[in-house]
């Protein structure tokens, strides 16, 4: 089956495996296993001028906190595809395809949700939690932003 632009919805941003699905086919690379890109818990997240003049990530605050999970990752962005952020461990934590936007990080989770992905991968779930934790704040106001920015384009969208 071919994923065509016209079938995903741009409303929200695809997280995680959305972004690496999109990355996939629309002819990007994503690297299985990377160790390099194997982190759990909290990352700063740098905006790149398209990220910060963005109508979804824009208004994020300067370098907005974002909750990793994961052991894949895109590594080269599809043709047409621009780089909105990106962090230490991870190059290409957000991207625009068009009406497309996906992220890598998880926006919406929570530190105790965060703690027991990290137990499945044998990392130290309370150190997660706590990470998470003490940088509720930031990550509050990065989920709030995206939900709000999320509903703003459907209704200008719909």
């Known amino acids: 089956m071919r994923i065509t632009a016209l079938q995903l919805d741009p409303i929200s941003p ?3 495996f959305g972004h690496q699905i999109i990355a996939d086919c629309f002819g990007g690379d994503v690297s299985v296993g990377l160790a390099s890109q ?5 990352v700063r997240l740098s905006l790149t001028e398209a990220g910060r003049t963005d109508p979804l990530l824009g208004p994020l605050i300067l370098e907005p906190v974002v909750v990793e999970s994961h052991h894949d990752a895109v590594v080269s962005l599809p043709p047409g595809a621009q780089l909105l952020g990106s962090s230490a461990h991870c190059p290409i934590q957000a991207m625009r395809l068009g009406p497309i936007v996906s992220v890598q990080f998880y926006p ?10 990290a137990a499945r991968s044998n990392y130290d779930a309370t150190t997660v939690a706590q990470d998470l934790s003490r940088h509720v704040d930031r990550l509050t106001h990065t989920g709030d932003t995206l939900a709000t920015g999320s509903v703003h384009a459907a209704q200008v969208w719909r």
């Not at 194997?38 to 909290?42: A, I």
């Not at 919406?108 to 992905?117: K, T």
């Open 38 to 42: 194997n982190k759990k818990g909290t």
């Open 108 to 117: 919406e989770c929570a530190p105790d949700v965060a703690g027991q992905w």
């Open 14 to 16: 695809l997280q995680s």
